[in-house]
C-alpha cells in the first residue's frame, strides 16, 4: 500500500506502516475490552455501529475533499475487515468455535492446546513425554510460547487475576497481518488498480481470516508466519535483497516451528531458487547456491528441532499427527472415488459442515473444503438469518472459486508472455502442492475434521491472484468480478454480524450406525 501526494495523513500512515498499525490498533482493542464483551448486549452494539458509522464517515471525508484515492480506497477495505474481525473476536469468547483447545483451568494441564499453553506459561520449558500420547502436545512449540509469554506479562497488570481471552488479540492480530501481507502479495504483479480493489474486498473480509482471529490454536500464527515467508522469498527474487531472505527464512523456519505442515512453503520457494539459479551467470550461480546454503540453515533448523527431539528422544515418527477417535467423523467407508468426485445435493437447509452426529456426514473433500472456508466446522441450519445470508454467501463464493481455477488455467497457458512468469509458476506450485497435501491429509485420515479449509489456508493467494489475472484487461471480466467481490463483502458482514444474536437450537445426537 503506496503512499500518494493526494492522500489524506491518516491514509498515508496506515499505507506505508500498515503491520504497525495493525499490531498498534490490536493492542488499543485489548486494552480497551479485554478481549471480550458481552454477546449481544448493547455495548457490544453500540461498538458495531460506532466501527460502522466512524468507518463510514471517513470515507465520505475524504470523497468531498477529493482525497478519497486508490490507496485511501484500500484502507477504508483493509480498515473495515479489521473492524469486522475485531466485531467477531469481541462476541466469541475461548470456548465458542473452537478447534481441539480444550478448557483453561490453573494448574491442569489437559492434553489440549489450552494444556498446552499453561504448561509452557508455568514452566517455561517442555515436557519430556512421548507427545504421541498427549493429544495436542504434538504440535511444535513457537505458538506456546508465545501465548505463555504474552500472558505472563499481561498478567502482570491483572494483579494476580487471569483473562484467557487476552489470547484471542493475538490470533486476531496475526490474522490481520495475513490479510495485509496477502494483498502485498498481489501488488507485487502487475495487475491493474481495477482489480486491485476488488481483490482486496475478497481477502479482507474472507471468513477463514475471521475464524481464524478468533482460534487460540496455532492455525493463525503458522499462517502468518507462512505467508510473510512468501511475500519475502518472492521480493527476494524480484529485489535479491539479503535482509528478505533472512527475514524470509527465519520465517519459514518459525511457521515450521509452529506447524509442520507449513514445510509446504518450500515449494513455491524452491521454484524461485531454480529459476534464479538457471538464469544466473557463473558468479551469479556461486551467489544464488550460497543464498540457498543460508535459506536452508537458517529455515531447516528451526523448523525440525522439534521433531528430531522427539523422535531421538521417544521414537516419535518425523511426520506424526494425532488421530481423531471421534466416532460420528468417520468417513473411511467411503470409497476414494466418493472421497474426490462423489456429489451429492447442497440444499437450502443443509450447506453447513455435517460432523455426523445428527446422521449427516460430509464425506467429498472438494465440497467440504469450500463449506469450511466460509463457516468452518459449524452448523448453523436451525438458523433462518444464518441459513439464507450462508446460502447466497455460498453460491457466491462457488463462483469467485470456478473464476480462479479458470484463472489458473489461464495464468499457466500464457505466463511466458509476462515478465513475472517465474514469479507466477511459484504460485501454481503453492496451489497443486497445497491441493496434493490437503487430500493425501484428508485421505489418510479419514475424518471429517480433517477436511477443514484451515490446513490449506494459502489457497486463498492463489486463487485471488488466478482470479484477478484472468479478468485482468476485460472491461466485462472486471465487472463481473467487482460484483461478486462486493456481494462477497457484504454477505461475509452480514453472516458473521448476524452470528452475534445466534443461539443454536437444540441438537438430536444419533447413535452411530456406519
Not at 489450552?114 to 500420547?133: E, F, N, Q
Not at 508465545?146 to 496475526?174: M, R, S
Not at 504483479?189 to 474472507?206: Q, R, W
Not at 551467489?287 to 525440525?304: E, M, R, W
Amino acid at each position: 500500500m503506496s503512499s500518494g501526494t493526494k492522500d489524506n495523513i491518516a491514509v498515508r500512515v496506515a499505507s506505508e506502516h500498515p503491520y504497525i498499525v495493525t499490531a498498534l490498533a490490536s493492542l488499543i482493542a485489548l486494552v480497551l475490552t479485554g478481549g471480550q464483551l458481552p454477546q449481544g448486549n448493547w455495548i457490544m452494539w453500540t461498538v458495531i455501529a460506532g466501527l460502522i458509522v466512524s468507518l463510514t464517515a471517513f470515507a465520505i471525508f475524504l470523497h468531498f475533499k477529493g482525497k478519497l484515492t486508490f490507496n485511501a480506497k484500500i484502507v477504508v477495505i483493509f480498515a473495515a475487515g479489521f473492524a469486522l474481525r475485531l466485531i467477531y473476536v469481541l462476541y466469541t469468547d475461548i470456548a465458542t468455535r473452537q478447534n481441539d483447545v480444550g478448557v483453561f483451568e490453573e494448574g491442569v494441564y489437559n492434553y489440549f492446546h489450552s494444556g498446552y499453553i499453561l504448561y509452557v506459561r508455568d514452566k517455561m520449558t517442555l515436557p519430556a513425554i512421548d507427545v504421541s500420547t498427549a493429544g495436542q502436545f504434538y504440535h511444535p512449540p513457537f505458538h506456546y510460547f508465545v501465548c505463555a509469554v504474552f500472558l505472563k506479562i499481561y498478567e502482570l497488570f491483572l494483579g494476580g487475576d487471569h483473562n484467557y481471552e487476552a489470547l484471542q488479540i493475538l490470533t486476531f492480530c496475526y490474522a490481520g497481518i495475513s490479510s495485509v501481507v496477502t494483498y502485498r502479495i498481489l501488488k507485487l504483479f502487475d495487475l491493474g488498480e481495477n482489480v486491485l480493489l476488488p481483490s482486496a474486498l475478497i481477502v479482507s473480509f474472507f471468513p477463514e481470516f475471521i475464524l481464524l482471529s478468533g482460534s487460540i490454536n496455532n492455525d493463525s500464527l503458522s499462517v502468518m508466519l507462512t505467508f510473510i515467508a512468501l511475500y519475502l522469498g518472492i521480493r527476494w527474487y524480484k529485489e535479491s535483497s539479503i535482509k528478505d531472505l533472512i527475514i524470509s527464512s527465519s520465517c519459514a523456519g518459525l511457521a515450521m516451528m509452529t506447524k509442520l505442515s507449513a514445510g509446504l512453503i518450500a515449494a513455491p520457494l524452491a521454484v524461485l531458487f531454480i529459476a534464479r539459479f538457471i538464469k544466473a551467470d557463473g558468479k551469479g550461480k556461486a551467489k544464488t547456491i550460497g543464498n540457498a546454503a543460508i535459506y536452508s540453515a537458517i529455515a531447516i533448523p528451526l523448523g525440525l528441532w522439534f521433531q528430531l527431539r522427539n523422535y531421538f528422544m521417544f521414537s516419535v515418527p518425523l511426520g506424526y499427527v494425532l488421530r481423531s477417535d471421534n466416532p460420528y467423523q468417520d468417513i473411511s467407508r467411503f470409497s476414494v472415488t466418493d472421497r474426490l468426485f462423489g456429489l451429492y445435493p447442497v440444499p437450502i437447509e443443509d450447506f453447513f459442515m455435517n460432523l455426523g452426529s445428527d446422521g449427516e456426514q460430509d464425506y467429498n473433500t472438494t465440497i467440504a473444503l469450500i463449506k469450511s472456508a466460509l463457516f468452518g466446522e459449524w452448523n448453523y441450519r436451525d438458523s433462518l438469518v444464518q441459513s439464507m445470508t450462508g446460502y447466497f454467501l455460498l453460491w457466491i463464493f462457488v463462483a469467485l472459486v470456478i473464476l480462479s481455477l479458470a484463472g489458473l488455467v489461464y495464468t499457466v497457458v500464457t505466463m511466458r508472455k509476462r515478465k513475472l512468469a517465474v514469479s507466477e509458476l511459484s504460485l501454481a506450485v503453492l496451489f497443486v502442492a497445497e491441493l496434493i497435501s490437503y487430500t493425501a491429509f484428508a485421505l489418510k485420515y479419514p475424518h471429517i475434521c480433517s477436511m477443514n479449509f484451515r490446513y490449506t489456508v494459502p489457497l486463498l493467494i492463489c486463487g485471488t491472484y488466478f482470479a484477478a489475472r484472468l479478468v485482468s484487461g476485460r472491461d466485462k471480466g472486471v465487472l463481473l468480478y467487482k460484483i461478486l467481490s462486493v456481494a462477497f463483502a457484504l454477505l461475509t458482514a452480514a453472516f458473521y454480524i448476524c452470528l452475534m444474536t445466534y443461539v443454536m437450537g437444540e441438537v438430536t445426537v444419533v447413535d452411530v450406525t456406519w
